[in-house]
């Protein structure tokens, strides 16, 4: 089977193109660190949330020195916490999420930003970010979850490391 | 010379019934894309936030499913019956499935249209990708699973057509454009089993309330086993209008069939071990899989990329022989005027673009930055909402009067309609990219939120909206001077040769490349071996986590989920 | 009763009758001069496909390195 020489030519280039990609995914992932959601985060009963030891109570936990999880329950058609009250963490911190929705699936993306996973029930979504200065976040659902899909939202409050203690030990976190 | 119509008038009487139905999904579907963008960006609204989800669930269903594929199904037939150049082996077995098809899309629209009618319990406001445990009506999932059995049918008619052929041409290469047909059915075949499970095991007995609950990961993970090669099943009609009609229309030959051979072959082989290229932020699915998907589909880049060479290599044949000269001038010898031509030459031209935020879509760890916002509707409205259904409204212009042995009612307006779909999606599809990056989601009805508000980095949000608002009001203007251009030319006078549709052959024969491209058998068995490494363990990861039916109950978005309702219902929407 | 005006097209033997007006697909019928297989060097295509390698490397570069490292809160872990 005879090709032309030109068609050898751009079939390299688009070879190229495609290990180029990979590579460039590989150095985000080796390199850069940045991780994907998996199965890390293990699985959780969907009717039994609240016999769970820390979404029956869903909120920031703190971990360790300077780090921090935060359980989030995603429902129709809020955050808990995230939509009634904001989610408050601490600035300069690593902040590790655990999404997961008690009814239908849903999405969780803090706007502007890399953080973004599905929630799905039964399942836990598991993710760490660092995070820098003190800031507040738009959180939205983005994946369609019901006919007051466009009202799931709330916010994320990075506050300065003294003010989220000072909350903390009156009773806050 | 006859067209046609002239030699096999049955085969298409039913071709052109599959059109109508295309066409009127057309319709219906683009009207529902108006609403949505005048909506959405707050230009004028007259249904409740609530209704746009059924209005987004129809907009997807009808054009993303009952016009593309029926358009698909009147092609491949044309394309089988022309290029074996025998009839169809038994009409009635044509016209049956079109029955199938065309009851199943009609079940599937009544449930999403009950949506706006509260007095009939009845919705199916699930979007297009109907992701468990949200539940429509059964009637929703049953129409679903009738049309995929319909299109089986339609791959058997032609395989049988193909079969008849072999027998009396034992030594013969397959013509082009069956090959193509019958390994796009291949793949069809292979990927469809996912819908056809997760709906026919599934999803109907739940709906139906005889089992309690679902594995939404798993329901989810075998819908993208199917929802990434539909894309395929999609572009597939457009790859063969660009590989063997488009060179003709730009008064040139195919540059190389063995090559556009090839091309199928690695859609056959790579279509389907990709669809967890969609769940890159979905749990339960472990990281390794994840990049076995992206790989697959960086090389699944591949046979997308010879084919934009050897098409347009195709139509500077045919502007070179239109006495094109230069390294760029020869664009202007194209026949700029011809509406099939130009439509198809911007719908080749959008999908580079497409392929580019295509090439975003399938990075794995980069899909954080774009995963679920407005970026991938437009990403896909350049992909199937123009490589698609823009080369599929241009080729009618060339098929439609072989089908009815009319003439086209006009020309400059088939000209004006490619121009300005053409210039509505680049308004379009460029602001939903830009407003993806702000990190507004899709399938949304309302363009901002109560506690925080988007910012774009250049430009404002309010020039997005805008953008998008004008964008849909062309495209929705486009698809009426189609149809209507299409319509008036049912009235005009049967002539003899209402259109030129000799198709020259390729300038690279069949005869000189290997003939183990044609063996199906071999490549289908290498397709099922690559999808069982990519989804054997994922799969068995999922159901290891929750089992086959899940521990997740039903959410209805209708009322009254309970059989009986059901039974009451359906007898009075039948009534 | 189509809108199209008479054309001028020069009329070439080997061509079946045409009806009055533009023909879809008639391209072939202004046809100057038949290129073989072994004339034809797809050069112009050379140009065009390698001004869209060299648009998707930078694009590709763009979205990734800038768009998406660049971005706050990235997942680490
Ligand atoms: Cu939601």
Same mark, same amino acid.
């Given at each position: 089977?005879?090709?032309?020489?030109?068609?050898?030519?751009?079939?390299? =280039?688009?070879?190229?193109?495609?290990?180029?990609?990979?590579?460039? @995914?590989?150095?985000?992932?080796?390199?850069?660190?940045?991780?994907?959601?998996? #199965?890390?985060?293990?699985?959780?009963?969907?009717?039994?949330?609240?016999?769970?030891?820390?979404?029956?109570?869903?909120?920031?936990?703190?971990?360790? *020195?300077?780090?921090?999880?935060?359980?989030?329950?995603?429902?129709? %058609?809020?955050?808990?916490?995230?939509?009634?009250?904001?989610?408050?963490?601490?600035?300069?911190?690593?902040?590790?999420?655990?999404?997961?929705?008690?009814?239908?699936?849903?999405?969780?993306?803090?706007?502007?930003?890399?953080?973004?996973?599905?929630?799905?029930?039964?399942?836990?979504?598991?993710?760490?970010?660092?995070?820098?200065? *003190?800031?507040?976040?738009?959180?939205?659902?983005?994946?369609?979850?019901?006919?007051?899909?466009?009202?799931?939202?709330?916010?994320?409050?990075?506050?300065?490391?003294?003010?989220?203690?000072?909350?903390?030990?009156?009773?806050?976190? | 010379?006859?067209?046609?119509?002239?030699?096999?008038?049955?085969?298409?009487?039913?071709?052109?019934?599959?059109?109508?139905?295309?066409?009127?999904?057309?319709?219906?579907?683009?009207?529902?894309?108006?609403?949505?963008?005048?909506?959405?960006?707050?230009?004028?609204?007259?249904?409740?936030?609530? #209704?746009?989800?059924?209005?987004?669930?129809?907009?997807?269903?009808?054009?993303?499913?009952?016009?593309?594929?029926?358009?698909?199904?009147?092609?491949?037939?044309?394309?089988?019956?022309?290029?074996?150049?025998?009839?169809?082996?038994?009409?009635?077995?044509?016209?049956?499935?079109?029955?199938?098809?065309?009851?199943?899309?009609?079940?599937?629209?009544?449930?999403?249209?009950?949506?706006?009618?509260?007095?009939?319990?009845?919705? =199916?406001?699930?979007?297009?990708? %109907?992701?468990?445990?949200?539940?429509?009506?059964?009637?929703?999932?049953?129409?679903?699973?009738?049309?995929?059995?319909?299109?089986?049918?339609?791959?058997?008619?032609?395989?049988?057509?193909?079969?008849?052929?072999?027998?009396?041409?034992?030594?013969?290469?397959?013509?082009?454009?069956?090959?193509?047909?019958?390994?796009?059915?291949?793949?069809?075949?292979?990927?469809?089993?996912?819908?056809?499970?997760?709906?026919?095991?599934?999803?109907?007995?739940?709906?139906?309330?005889?089992?309690?609950?679902?594995?939404?990961?798993?329901?989810?993970?075998?819908?993208?086993?199917?929802?990434?090669? @539909?894309?395929?099943? /999609?572009?597939?009609?457009?790859?063969?209008?660009?590989?063997?009609?488009?060179?003709?229309?730009?008064?040139?030959?195919?540059?190389?069939?063995?090559?556009?051979?090839?091309?199928?072959?690695?859609?056959?082989?790579?279509?389907?071990?990709?669809?967890?290229?969609?769940?890159?932020?979905? *749990?339960?699915? =472990?990281?390794?899989?994840? %990049?076995?998907?992206?790989?697959?589909?960086?090389?699944?880049?591949?046979?997308?990329?010879?084919?934009?060479?050897?098409?347009?290599?195709?139509?500077?044949?045919?502007?070179?022989?239109?006495?094109?000269?230069?390294?760029?001038?020869?664009?202007?010898?194209?026949?700029?005027?011809?509406?099939?031509?130009?439509?198809?030459?911007?719908?080749?031209?959008?999908?580079?673009?497409?392929?580019?935020?295509?090439?975003?879509?399938?990075?794995?760890?980069?899909?954080?930055?774009?995963?679920?916002?407005?970026?991938?509707?437009?990403?896909?409205?350049?992909?199937?909402?123009?490589?698609?259904?823009?080369?599929?409204?241009?080729?009618?212009? /060339?098929? @439609?009067?072989?089908?009815?042995?009319?003439?086209?009612?006009?020309?400059?307006?088939?000209?004006?309609?490619?121009?300005? /779909?053409?210039?509505?999606?680049?308004?379009?599809?460029?602001?939903?990219?830009?407003?993806?990056? @702000?990190?507004?989601?899709?399938?949304?009805?309302?363009?901002?939120?109560?506690? %925080?508000?988007?910012?774009?980095?250049?430009?404002?949000?309010?020039?997005?909206? =805008?953008?998008?608002?004008?964008?849909?009001?062309?495209?929705? !203007?486009?698809?009426?001077?189609?149809?209507?251009?299409?319509?008036?030319?049912?009235?005009?006078?049967?002539?003899?040769? *209402?259109?030129?549709?000799?198709?020259?052959?390729?300038?690279?024969?069949?005869?000189?490349?290997?003939?183990?491209?044609?063996?199906?058998?071999?490549?289908?068995?290498?397709?099922?071996?690559?999808?069982?490494?990519?989804?054997?363990?994922?799969?068995?990861?999922?159901?290891?986590?929750?089992?086959?039916?899940?521990?997740?109950?039903?959410?209805?978005?209708?009322?009254?989920?309970?059989?009986?309702?059901?039974?009451?219902?359906?007898?009075?929407?039948?009534? | 009763?189509? !809108?199209?005006?008479?054309?001028?097209?020069?009329?070439?033997?080997?061509?079946? #009758?045409?009806?009055?007006?533009?023909?879809?697909?008639?391209?072939?019928?202004?046809?100057?001069?038949?290129?073989?297989?072994?004339?034809?060097?797809?050069?112009?295509?050379?140009? !065009?496909?390698?001004?869209?390698?060299?648009?998707?490397?930078?694009? /590709?570069?763009?979205?990734?390195?800038?768009?998406?490292?660049?971005?706050?809160?990235?997942?680490?872990?």
């Amino acid at each position: 089977m005879e090709i032309h020489a030109y068609e050898k030519f751009w079939l390299g =280039a688009a070879l190229l193109l495609i290990v180029g990609f990979i590579a460039t @995914v590989s150095y985000g992932a080796i390199g850069a660190g940045v991780e994907m959601i998996d #199965d890390d985060g293990g699985t959780v009963d969907p009717q039994n949330l609240d016999q769970h030891p820390k979404f029956s109570d869903p909120g920031v936990y703190k971990s360790g *020195p300077n780090e921090y999880d935060v359980y989030v329950i995603a429902k129709q %058609f809020l955050f808990q916490p995230g939509t009634s009250e904001p989610i408050r963490v601490p600035a300069n911190s690593t902040v590790t999420f655990h999404v997961t929705s008690a009814d239908v699936i849903h999405g969780f993306e803090v706007v502007g930003t890399n953080a973004n996973t599905m929630a799905i029930p039964g399942q836990i979504s598991t993710f760490t970010v660092e995070v820098d200065g *003190p800031q507040e976040y738009g959180l939205l659902c983005n994946e369609y979850c019901g006919s007051a899909h466009h009202a799931m939202e709330g916010t994320m409050k990075v506050v300065p490391e003294d003010e989220f203690n000072a909350s903390a030990t009156a009773g806050g976190a | 010379m006859a067209t046609f119509v002239d030699r096999y008038a049955e085969e298409a009487s039913v071709i052109k019934a599959n059109l109508v139905v295309s066409f009127v999904a057309l319709g219906i579907g683009a009207f529902f894309g108006l609403v949505q963008a005048l909506h959405r960006t707050n230009y004028f609204r007259f249904i409740d936030s609530v #209704d746009y989800y059924t209005v987004l669930t129809g907009h997807g269903v009808l054009l993303a499913l009952v016009f593309t594929i029926f358009f698909l199904l009147g092609l491949f037939t044309w394309a089988v019956v022309q290029s074996l150049e025998r009839p169809m082996p038994d009409i009635r077995l044509t016209w049956a499935w079109f029955g199938l098809t065309t009851t199943g899309a009609t079940f599937v629209a009544i449930a999403i249209l009950a949506g706006f009618m509260p007095s009939i319990d009845m919705s =199916a406001d699930v979007l297009y990708t %109907f992701y468990a445990p949200l539940q429509a009506h059964p009637l929703f999932y049953v129409g679903l699973a009738m049309f995929i059995v319909g299109t089986w049918l339609a791959g058997a008619d032609w395989f049988l057509a193909y079969r008849n052929w072999r027998g009396d041409n034992p030594d013969e290469r397959i013509p082009l454009q069956t090959f193509m047909v019958l390994t796009t059915m291949l793949m069809w075949y292979l990927s469809t089993l996912g819908v056809a499970v997760s709906t026919v095991f599934f999803l109907i007995p739940w709906s139906f309330g005889i089992v309690e609950t679902v594995n939404p990961l798993l329901t989810r993970t075998l819908f993208w086993f199917f929802g990434h090669p @539909v894309v395929y099943f /999609w572009l597939m009609p457009a790859y063969l209008m660009w590989y063997t009609v488009l060179p003709k229309l730009a008064g040139g030959r195919l540059f190389s069939d063995p090559l556009a051979r090839v091309v199928f072959v690695l859609f056959l082989l790579l279509s389907t071990p990709v669809g967890i290229h969609h769940q890159y932020l979905d *749990p339960g699915i =472990a990281e390794g899989f994840k %990049f076995i998907a992206m790989t697959n589909t960086m090389f699944l880049l591949l046979p997308s990329l010879l084919t934009a060479f050897t098409v347009v290599a195709s139509v500077e044949h045919g502007a070179r022989q239109r006495g094109g000269e230069g390294y760029l001038k020869w664009l202007g010898a194209l026949p700029w005027r011809d509406p099939a031509f130009t439509g198809m030459a911007l719908a080749g031209a959008m999908f580079a673009a497409g392929g580019f935020s295509g090439m975003i879509n399938a990075g794995m760890n980069i899909n954080y930055l774009i995963h679920n916002t407005l970026w991938v509707p437009g990403h896909f409205h350049l992909t199937v909402g123009t490589a698609v259904a823009l080369t599929m409204m241009a080729g009618s212009y /060339w098929l @439609v009067p072989q089908l009815t042995g009319k003439r086209l009612y006009s020309r400059p307006i088939g000209l004006l309609q490619v121009v300005l /779909w053409f210039v509505g999606m680049v308004l379009m599809s460029n602001a939903m990219h830009r407003a993806g990056l @702000v990190g507004i989601p899709r399938r949304t009805a309302e363009p901002q939120y109560q506690s %925080f508000d988007f910012t774009a980095v250049i430009g404002t949000v309010g020039e997005l909206r =805008a953008q998008i608002a004008i964008g849909g009001t062309l495209l929705f !203007l486009s698809v009426v001077l189609f149809l209507f251009n299409i319509l008036l030319s049912a009235f005009e006078e049967p002539i003899a040769n *209402p259109v030129d549709d000799r198709l020259p052959a390729p300038l690279s024969g069949a005869s000189g490349s290997p003939l183990v491209l044609d063996d199906l058998r071999l490549w289908t068995g290498i397709a099922v071996v690559l999808v069982i490494l990519a989804y054997t363990l994922p799969l068995a990861g999922i159901v290891g986590d929750a089992g086959f039916f899940g521990n997740v109950p039903g959410v209805p978005v209708w009322v009254s989920a309970n059989a009986e309702a059901i039974v009451e219902t359906l007898t009075e929407v039948i009534a | 009763m189509s !809108l199209e005006p008479e054309t001028e097209n020069t009329i070439r033997e080997d061509v079946p #009758d045409r009806p009055r007006g533009y023909v879809v697909g008639s391209a072939p019928d202004s046809i100057e001069r038949e290129i073989g297989h072994d004339d034809f060097d797809p050069v112009g295509t050379l140009v !065009l496909i390698f001004g869209y390698f060299l648009i998707l490397v930078v694009m /590709w570069v763009f979205m990734y390195f800038v768009e998406f490292l660049g971005r706050g809160m990235t997942v680490i872990g």
